[in-house]
């Protein structure tokens, strides 16, 4: 992984009021639900005792969700200073940070998880940085859980009903809108996903999930013992 399309290894841009309407929204909360099931996480990270990594976490969703669900082990990584002043700290210990550079000591975590995150970085380089951190990060036998988009036609295709959509309501709106903003780097994820999976097939990982669904990539795997 060596090609960079663009300068910078990380996302600056910060989230705008759109944004966070649209992981607000009932629709992105029933979309979670889906998303991890499909992933198998409820199965795969059953134990409540578990201690999870959302990597990128943004202002909490997840792990506003995980704590409902009884995980109470849970760390939290993002750059943006003032989502993280969103999320509740009984639920979650949280580091401003950035995935290629993760602030936590080798084998911390039983679980990583990478919601909408990847697409966000700066090319092959700084994919492939961040993956080389969670799998140091990450307990031997440990959990990765990656979600994003890949599926090009199915993708191309959300992008066309969010723009129709976004004539009607609101919060389609608010979603053609997060989409128009991160065409550039999106895109260039989606053509590229498949050199995340071969880098961590490369790195030992054992595919447990590798599919898709409806334009999203899942992508479930375990570190080498
Ligand atoms: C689409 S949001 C997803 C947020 C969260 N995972 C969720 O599901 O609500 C993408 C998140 O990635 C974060 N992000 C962008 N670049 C990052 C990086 N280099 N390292 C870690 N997080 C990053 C953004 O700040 C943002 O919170």
Avoid at 35 to 55: G, W, Y
Avoid at 121 to 135: F, N
Avoid at 142 to 161: K, S, V
């Amino acid at each position: 992984m060596t090609t960079t399309p663009a300068s910078s290894t990380h996302n600056t841009q910060r989230w705008n009021l759109n944004s966070l309407r649209l992981i607000r929204s009932d629709l992105s909360r029933i979309h979670r639900g889906i998303m991890l099931r499909r992933s198998r996480f409820p199965e795969l990270a059953a134990s409540h005792d578990l201690t999870i990594l959302d990597l990128g976490c943004g202002s909490g969703a997840f792990l506003r969700h995980f704590h409902e669900q009884g995980y109470r082990r849970l760390f939290g990584v993002e750059p943006d200073a003032d989502l993280i002043r969103q999320i509740p700290p009984d639920c979650a210990v949280v580091k401003q940070g950035y995935a290629q550079r993760l602030g936590f000591d080798d084998c911390s975590f039983d679980v990583v998880f990478i919601y909408g995150v990847l697409h966000h970085l700066k090319g092959l380089e700084a994919y492939g940085q961040a993956l080389d951190e969670v799998r140091r990060v990450l307990r031997p036998g440990g959990r990765l859980f990656i979600l994003e988009p890949g599926h090009w036609r199915m993708f191309r295709a959300l992008e066309i009903c969010a723009k129709l959509l976004g004539f009607f309501s609101p919060t389609f709106r608010a979603f053609s809108d997060v989409l128009d903003e991160e065409q550039p780097d999106v895109h260039f994820f989606i053509r590229n996903h498949l050199k995340v999976r071969e880098h961590l097939i490369s790195q030992g990982f054992l595919p447990l999930v590798d599919r898709y669904f409806l334009y999203s990539w899942l992508f479930t795997a375990s570190k080498p013992a």
